[in-house]
Nanobody
């Protein structure tokens, strides 16, 4: 089982920054990929970033590329999402996700999901 606990959401004005954190608590070593999805009101969940913990490679969706950066601290079992130049359209519930193989959302839905943290961006 993998447990994911998000923190760091909140409200910010457009152009501002937020940093989301995800604590990866696992009893089995089956979370090689940890990432972030988001779901805006009335829209489907979308994968926006992922990091492959064994090699450190990353994936960032075009919708946030250049503004959002995913990183990890393996010693602390933490994964972060630094979000800069936030826009009102970034308003969504953000979920930390994990999977044994891929969690980017490009191929299938990740296996493990956190409870989510709300990000609200206002003009």
């Amino acid at each position: 089982q993998v447990q994911l606990v998000e923190s760091g959401g909140g409200s910010v004005q457009a152009g501002g920054s937020l940093k989301l954190s995800c604590a990866v608590l696992e009893r089995l070593y089956n979370s090689n990929c940890v990432g972030w999805f988001r779901q805006a009101p009335g829209k489907e969940r979308e994968g926006i970033a992922a990091i492959y913990r064994s090699g450190g490679s990353t994936y960032t969706d075009d919708s946030v590329k250049g503004r959002f950066t995913i990183s990890q601290d393996n010693a602390l079992s933490m994964v972060y999402l630094q979000m800069n130049s936030l826009k009102p359209e970034d308003t969504a519930m953000y979920y930390c996700v994990a999977d044994a193989t891929d969690c980017s959302g490009r191929y299938r839905a990740p296996t493990y999901w956190g409870q989510g943290t709300q990000v609200t961006v206002s003009l």
